[in-house]
């Protein structure tokens, strides 16, 4: 089993940066790569941001390129998603998620092994 726990939500505004951070625990080797995915009200979780541990190489949706980043420091199991020029359109619960035994990065949320609760993101204009 893996745990998750996000942290560094809150409450911005247009323009703000917010960084969330993913502690992992528990059989995290299993964890070859890590995703961010976030949930507005009434729409299905979507991907945002993930990368391979083995190759470092980052993914991000179309709509954050240029404005997150996702890193991970593997020595303290924490995954980080930097989040700058932030908009009202990126309010949302934003999830850390756990690609376990794969090494390439899903854009699908059911290849997820393990997920942490959550943390709120709200952007206000």
């Known amino acids: 089993q893996v745990q998750l726990v996000e942290s560094g939500g809150g409450a911005v505004q247009a323009g703000d940066s917010l960084r969330l951070s993913c502690a992992a625990s528990g059989r995290t080797f299993s964890c070859l790569t890590m995703g961010w995915f976030h949930q507005g009200p009434g729409k299905e979780r979507e991907f945002v941001a993930g990368f391979t541990w083995s190759v470092g190489r980052t993914y991000y949706a179309d709509s954050v390129l240029g404005r997150f980043t996702t890193s991970g420091d593997n020595a303290k199991n924490m995954v980080y998603l930097q989040m700058n020029n932030l908009k009202p359109e990126d309010t949302a619960v934003y999830y850390c998620?756990?690609?376990?035994?794969?090494?390439?990065?899903?854009?699908?949320?059911?290849?997820?092994?393990?997920w942490g609760q959550g943390t709120q993101v709200t952007v206000s204009s």
């Open positions: 998620a756990c690609g376990a035994g794969i090494t390439y990065v899903p854009r699908r949320a059911n290849e997820y092994a393990y």
